[in-house]
């Protein structure tokens, strides 16, 4: 390289840095306004017209409510029910939205209305490691659904499988 083509680079990568130092703020701006319209969206404009959801805690905007349940879920659930009441909306990650029912009432109450509940998504995941998505907690709802409901009720939760596991739960609530 000659002198002169080692100064003409040099200048060719001055211009460029002096470029990228007036972009960056213009970039940064960019960037918050994304956000900012991206969470104004997803407040507003998110839900059907119809679709009311029950109450929430503040969502944190990319991890939602997962910043709640750094204890067992099972306490995080506890104590975010005893705050908002017996049925809580959770966003957990970007777009996974849950909601959470913390009284047999109110879980009696949901469950009466299942034909009101969308189906479940049927993902290639559930069709694959849940036998063509079959059993009971990917199944969609319908005849087979309250069939395999009725089977786990009586076969899982009968007075003779509880009568069978009581010293296992004694023993797992002596270890608490």
Not at 91 to 120: M, N, Q, Y
């Amino acid at each position: 390289m000659t002198a002169d083509e080692v100064e003409t680079w040099v200048r060719a990568m001055e211009s460029v840095g002096v470029i990228a130092d007036s972009a960056a703020p213009l970039l940064l701006a960019a960037v918050v306004a994304v956000f900012l319209a991206g969470t104004l969206v997803r407040r507003h404009g998110g839900h059907a017209k119809n679709g009311r959801l029950p109450p929430s805690p503040v969502a944190l905007p990319l991890i939602g409510h997962l910043h709640l349940i750094r204890e067992p879920p099972h306490r995080a659930f506890h104590r975010i029910l005893a705050r908002h009441g017996p049925l809580v909306h959770l966003r957990l990650g970007p777009s996974t939205h849950c909601v959470v029912v913390g009284s047999a009432d109110a879980a009696r109450d949901v469950l009466k209305f299942e034909g009101s509940i969308p189906e479940r998504p049927q993902t290639a995941v559930t069709r694959q490691l849940a036998y063509g998505a079959s059993g009971f907690a990917f199944a969609p709802y319908g005849p087979h659904w309250r069939f395999m409901k009725r089977l786990c009720m009586s076969e899982l939760l009968g007075p003779r499988t509880i009568d069978l596991l009581r010293p296992v739960r004694a023993a797992e609530l002596a270890g608490v």
